[in-house]
Each structure stands twice: as structure tokens, then as C-alpha cells.
């Protein structure tokens, strides 16, 4: 069954701090991989896509890594701040229709 | 200039009824979506469509019946409304084929069931 796991469910870090969420999964055949940023009440947006054959893909102070041999993905943020408060979801698709497995997200607090 | 927009935002009915949501994107994507999520903010796929052909249908009820009158717009429309109907529904679009490019979402329209 296709499973995508995120940790930690939520984490809370002081402004101007870096931190990095975890997405491992089990979805099989690969197509891609997406992060998304929720904010509270809006719709998802998206932050990186990547597919099989890359290992890193960055916009902004956001970095995503991609390690497909053990399934698994990194978001990073850089340089903290109090807009990055959000819900960070990991989606992974599969096959040629690309059907995609959510993740729950982890909740991300950003203090002063 | 809104990309994807969706009507309405809230809607409050009891079990029975029979609702609509409207989807409209102006980016001139290829592909239209429709996404729910649960009151634990768990999203999953409903529908897609690509140049108005259904492309995933995962496991939905037929009480839900997507309607694409052209490929800007993808409407939702929705029998026999039930309490577990109760959720966010997010309509998305992407250039290419479904699921392949950068999805932009719609800002949800809140459907609580009574």
C-alpha cells in the first residue's frame, strides 16, 4: 500500500532558526515528489517538484532533497520566519497517471 | 486576476440536499482538479480532468459528479449530501498532463453538512 510518512507532526522553533521536516514513503512506482505550504484557510502552495533523477531542488530559503534509493525527503528552511508558520505537506505521486499520496503534513510554529 | 477561484466559500446545508461548487481557473491549464480535505487536514484526490476527460476517479461515491463545460472550468456537483460529506474541497490546475506540472489551488470552499 502507498504510505507517505511526515515527522515531526508539528514542531515550534524561534524566528531567524533553521529547521528541516522529514518525508519518507513507500509509494511505489515513482513519478514525483512535491512540497507544499497550507497556511491556515488558504489553499496549498506549491514549493518544490521534483522527479526521480533529481536529489535537490531549492526556492527561496526552502531546500528539498530527494534520496530515492531509501525513500526519503528533507525540506529545509532557511533563516526562519514568522510567515513560515503553516502546515508543510509531502505529496508522492505514482505511475503514469501520477496518482498522489498525501502526506499529514507537520505543523510549523514560528515564534518571535 | 484570481488564477483559480472557487464559489462559494462556505456552504451550510442539511443532509439530503443536493449542491454545487463552481471552479474557475484563468492561467489557460490543461488539467482541472478536485481535492477534499477532512476536518484533520488530510487531502486526497478526487478528480482530475485533462482537456475535459476524466482522468482519476478514486474511489468517490456517485453522489459526486464532476462537470467540465470547458477546460477552464471544472464544477462539482454533489447528491444526497450526507454529515461525512462534511469537509474542505479544493479545486487545483496544472499545464500538461494531470498531475505532471505545478498544481495552483483555489481557496477552498467550506462544506458543512447538518
Known amino acids: 500500500k502507498n504510505q507517505v510518512e511526515q515527522s515531526p507532526q508539528s514542531l515550534i522553533i524561534l524566528e531567524g532558526k533553521n529547521c528541516t521536516l522529514q518525508?519518507?514513503?513507500?509509494?511505489?512506482?515513482?513519478?514525483?515528489l512535491r512540497w507544499y505550504k497550507q497556511d491556515t484557510g488558504r489553499g496549498p502552495v506549491s514549493l518544490t517538484i521534483?522527479?526521480?533523477?533529481?536529489n535537490t531542488k531549492s526556492n527561496g530559503r526552502y531546500t528539498a532533497t530527494l534520496d530515492a534509493d531509501t525513500k526519503q525527503s528533507s525540506l529545509h528552511i532557511t533563516a526562519s520566519q514568522l510567515s513560515d508558520s503553516a502546515s508543510y505537506i509531502c505529496?508522492?505521486?505514482?505511475?503514469?497517471?501520477?496518482?498522489?499520496?498525501f502526506g499529514r503534513g507537520t505543523s510549523l510554529i514560528v515564534h518571535p | 486576476d484570481t488564477a483559480v477561484s472557487q464559489t462559494p466559500k462556505y456552504l451550510v446545508t442539511q443532509m439530503g440536499n443536493d449542491k454545487s461548487i463552481k471552479c474557475e481557473q484563468n492561467?489557460?491549464?490543461?488539467?482541472m482538479y478536485w481535492y477534499k480535505q477532512d476536518s484533520k487536514k488530510f487531502l486526497k484526490i478526487m478528480f482530475s480532468?485533462?482537456?475535459?476527460?476524466?482522468?482519476i476517479n478514486e474511489t468517490v461515491p456517485n453522489r459526486f459528479s464532476p462537470k467540465s463545460p470547458d477546460k477552464a472550468h471544472l464544477n462539482l456537483h454533489i447528491n444526497s449530501l450526507e454529515l461525512g460529506d462534511s469537509a474542505v474541497y479544493f479545486c487545483?490546475?496544472?499545464?500538461?498532463?494531470?498531475?505532471?506540472?505545478?498544481?495552483?489551488f483555489g481557496p477552498g470552499t467550506r462544506l458543512t453538512v447538518t
Open positions: 487545483a490546475s496544472s499545464q500538461g498532463p494531470a498531475g505532471a506540472g505545478e498544481q495552483y
Open positions: 492561467l489557460g491549464h490543461d488539467t
Open positions: 518525508c519518507n514513503y513507500t509509494v511505489s512506482p515513482f513519478s514525483n
Open positions: 505529496v508522492v505521486s505514482s505511475g503514469g497517471s501520477y496518482i498522489p499520496t
Open positions: 521534483m522527479t526521480f533523477s533529481e
Open positions: 480532468y485533462n482537456n475535459k476527460e476524466l482522468i
